[in-house]
C-alpha cells in the first residue's frame, strides 16, 4: 500500500528503527532519534542493493518517488543507480578539487615566491573581488571563452583598465599552468585581449631641465625629515624607481666598494641590480646613517622602523615643495634619461642603469655588475650636473663636465 504525505509527516520514533513502505521499491527508515531517510532496494545481477535518496523532509515523498523512477530507467537501461549515483559523488568532489579557485590559489603560492609582497597582495585581490565570486566555483574545464570575457568585462565597465589587464594576465597565467600540471586541455584567455580595451600609456609629470634648479633649491629649503628629503635626492641621482629605494637595508649599501646593491625580489624584473655610488649620494647616505644607521631600513617608516617609509613619502615632499602634478619619484628617472641621453651617454650604460631588459637582447645571462665602469663615471657626471644646477653655475647643457 502507497504511503500518503500526512503518514510521513506524522511518522514518530520508536524503540528500534523501522521501515514505512510506498512500494517498488521505496521506503522511509524512521530512526529512534527521529531522522528519516529516504532509502531505494533495488536487485543486480541478482544481488540486493541499497541506494540513498535524501533525508526527509528535505526530500519531500513526491521527491523520493521521483527518484525512484529515475534509479528504475537506469536500470532498465542495464545500469547501476548506486554507480551512477556514486560516479556523480567523484565528479562533484573532482570539481571542486580542479576549481577555478583551488587552481588559482595553488598557482598563487607558486609563483608569489618570485614576487614581491605587495605585488602578490594586489593580485590575489584582485582575483577575490572580481573573479572568484562569478567562476571561482566551477571546475577550470568547463570555464569557456564567452564566460571569461564576461567576467573580465565587469571590470572593463568600471574602467579599472589597469587592474584588468593585470587580471586578464593573471588568469590566461592559471590556465597555462592548469594545462602543464594536466587538470585543462585549452585557455579561454588567451586571445581576449584585442576584445578587451587596454590601459592608456601612463606618463608621469617630470622636471625639464630648466625646472631642476628652483626644485632643488626648494628641496634644500625642505624643513621636514631629513630622512625623506635626502631620499627624494637620492631618487634622483641614483634612477632607481620608488620602491628600489625606499625598501633598501643597510646591508645592500657597500661604502668600501662604492656599490649599491638592489636584490632581484625588490627589482620590477626579478634581477639583481647594482647602482655605483657617486660622491654626492655617498654624502647624503652618511647623513642618513647618522639617523638610521642602527636599524634595517636605510629609511625606516614614520610610524614602525620595522617597515620601510610608506610609498607616498617621497610624493608628500614633493607636494609640499610646490611641485604637485609637475614632477613624480618616478618621473626623475625619465628626466635622468633625457640629459644623459642628450649628452650622448651609451644608451646601454643609461639602459642598464634605469635597469630597462632589453627584450631583443639575445645575451643569454644578465650581468648586473655590467657597464660598472661607465656607469659610475656616467652618474658622477649627473650628480656635479645637477649640483651645478642648484648653485646657480652657468652651465650649459650638453657640454657641462663632459669627458672626451
Not at 588559482?104 to 593580485?123: C, I, P, R, V
Not at 592559471?174 to 584585442?194: C, K, Q, W
Not at 651645478?388 to 663632459?402: Q, R, Y
Request: glycine letters at 8%; hydrophobic letters at 35%.
Amino acid at each position: 500500500m502507497k504511503l500518503t504525505a500526512r503518514q510521513v509527516d506524522t511518522s514518530k520514533p520508536k524503540d528500534k528503527p523501522y521501515k514505512l513502505s510506498d512500494g517498488g521499491g521505496l521506503y522511509l527508515l524512521v530512526n529512534p532519534n527521529g531522522s528519516r531517510y529516504w532509502r531505494l532496494k533495488y536487485r543486480i545481477a541478482g544481488k540486493e542493493k541499497l541506494l540513498a535518496l535524501g533525508v526527509y523532509p528535505d526530500i519531500t515523498l513526491a521527491e523520493a518517488r521521483q527518484k525512484r523512477a529515475d534509479a528504475k530507467k537506469v536500470l532498465a537501461a542495464g545500469g547501476d543507480p548506486g554507480q551512477e549515483k556514486q560516479e556523480e559523488k567523484q565528479a562533484k568532489e573532482q570539481a571542486v578539487a580542479n576549481s577555478f579557485e583551488r587552481l588559482a590559489m595553488e598557482w598563487h603560492s607558486h609563483k608569489s615566491t618570485s614576487w614581491s609582497e605587495g605585488y602578490a597582495e594586489h593580485l590575489l585581490m584582485y582575483l577575490k573581488k572580481d573573479i572568484f565570486p562569478f567562476i571561482g566555483q566551477k571546475a577550470i574545464t568547463d570555464i569557456s571563452q564567452v564566460e571569461m570575457l564576461n567576467v573580465l568585462r565587469k571590470m572593463e565597465q568600471r574602467g579599472v583598465l589597469d587592474k584588468l589587464k593585470k587580471t586578464r594576465q593573471a588568469c590566461r597565467q592559471i590556465f597555462t599552468y592548469a594545462i602543464i600540471t594536466g587538470r585543462a586541455e585549452h585557455n579561454p584567455v588567451s586571445d581576449l585581449a584585442g576584445a578587451l580595451k587596454s590601459p592608456k600609456q601612463q606618463h608621469y609629470p617630470h622636471l625639464l631641465v630648466d625646472q631642476i634648479p628652483d626644485f632643488l633649491r626648494a628641496l634644500s629649503e625642505y624643513s621636514g625629515s631629513t630622512i625623506t628629503r635626502n631620499a627624494t635626492r637620492l631618487l634622483m641621482l641614483t634612477g632607481l624607481r620608488t620602491i628600489e629605494l625606499r625598501a633598501s637595508e643597510w646591508v645592500d649599501i657597500d661604502f668600501d666598494k662604492g656599490v649599491w646593491n638592489v636584490p632581484a625580489e625588490r627589482m620590477k624584473m626579478r634581477r639583481p641590480h647594482l647602482v655605483p655610488i657617486s660622491t654626492q649620494v655617498r654624502e647624503l647616505l652618511e647623513e642618513i646613517h647618522q639617523l638610521t644607521g642602527r636599524g634595517k631600513y636605510v629609511f625606516p617608516g614614520r610610524n614602525d622602523a620595522g617597515k620601510p617609509m610608506s610609498e607616498a613619502s617621497i610624493n608628500q615632499v614633493i607636494k609640499r615643495i610646490g611641485y604637485d602634478g609637475k614632477a613624480t619619484g618616478h618621473g626623475f628617472r625619465h628626466t635622468m634619461s633625457t640629459i644623459l641621453h642628450e649628452q650622448g651617454y651609451n644608451t646601454a650604460w643609461i639602459e642598464t642603469q634605469l635597469a630597462h631588459v632589453d627584450k631583443n637582447s639575445i645575451r643569454g645571462t644578465y650581468n648586473h655588475a655590467q657597464y660598472l665602469d661607465g656607469r659610475r663615471e656616467m652618474l658622477q657626471w649627473y650628480a656635479d650636473y645637477m649640483q651645478a644646477l642648484e648653485n646657480g653655475e652657468n652651465v650649459v647643457h650638453g657640454s657641462f663636465g663632459k669627458h672626451a
